[in-house]
């Protein structure tokens, strides 16, 4: 069966560090792979998707970025933390190429910058 | 571009009574539509989905949704609420055209009252 695993769960970083925040999917191949951030009021925001090794694609302009350097291996990071980029991301999966299907989630990572 | 608006952001009703939740959606045909339900600091978990066919779909614990096409709606709903319902539920979007993206909404609270 697959799974997904994302790490850590809560961070606390200071303004201005640099962050990096991974997850990883198992007992699949190819699949579509998705950070979203979930901040109050604002629901759950698409930041990146990516169909395929080092192909991202960015739907918000913002402070981070998103590289996937394995096929299963999908990291957030950013190069100086701001504090509007306090919240909660969550990682997703979906079979490639198959809209009909649902997005499988990661159990989140809590962030808070201060 | 898909898009999709839950008007609701939050809802309380007691145990026991029925709850309706609201989605709109923007989308030029039939659009893959979906509910989640997100427990509190928890990942997202599928209640249904939607692609085609029977209009009326059947989910986990006990939801079911209605695709309105005239109304570019995809209620959800449950005849009899309990309290372990409460919780934050998205309602999100994918197109055929777009088999990449999948759109969430801002999400609706709902709270129980025993």
């Known amino acids: 069966s697959q799974t997904i695993h994302q790490w850590p769960a809560t961070l606390v970083q200071p303004v201005g560090s640099p962050l990096s925040l991974e997850c990883t999917v198992e007992g699949t191949s190819n699949p579509n792979l998705y950070w979203y951030r979930q901040a109050a009021g604002r629901g759950l925001q698409l930041l990146f998707y990516s169909v395929g090794i080092g192909q991202i694609s960015s739907e918000v302009p913002q402070n981070l970025s998103a590289s996937r350097p394995q096929d299963r291996q999908f990291i957030l990071s950013s190069k100086k933390l701001l504090l509007s980029d306090s919240g909660f991301y969550l990682c997703?999966?979906?079979?490639?190429?198959?809209?009909?299907?649902?997005?499988?989630f990661g159990q989140g990572t809590r962030l808070t910058v201060v | 571009a898909q898009s999709v608006t839950q008007p609701d952001i939050h809802i309380t009703v007691s145990e026991g009574a029925s709850l309706e939740l609201r989605c709109n959606y923007s989308?030029?045909?039939?659009?893959?539509l979906f509910w989640y339900v997100q427990s509190p600091g928890q990942g997202l978990q599928l209640l249904l989905k939607y692609f085609s066919g029977d209009t009326l779909v059947q989910g986990i614990k006990g939801f079911e949704a209605e695709f309105k096409r005239s109304q570019s709606s995809f209620n959800l709903r449950k005849p009899s609420v309990h309290w372990s319902d409460a919780a934050e539920y998205f309602c999100a979007v994918g197109a055929p055209t777009d088999t990449d993206k999948l759109i969430f909404g801002t999400g609706t609270r709902l709270q129980v009252f025993p």
């Open positions: 989308y030029g045909a039939t659009p893959y």
């Open positions: 997703a999966w979906r079979y490639l190429g198959r809209g009909n299907t649902e997005a499988f």
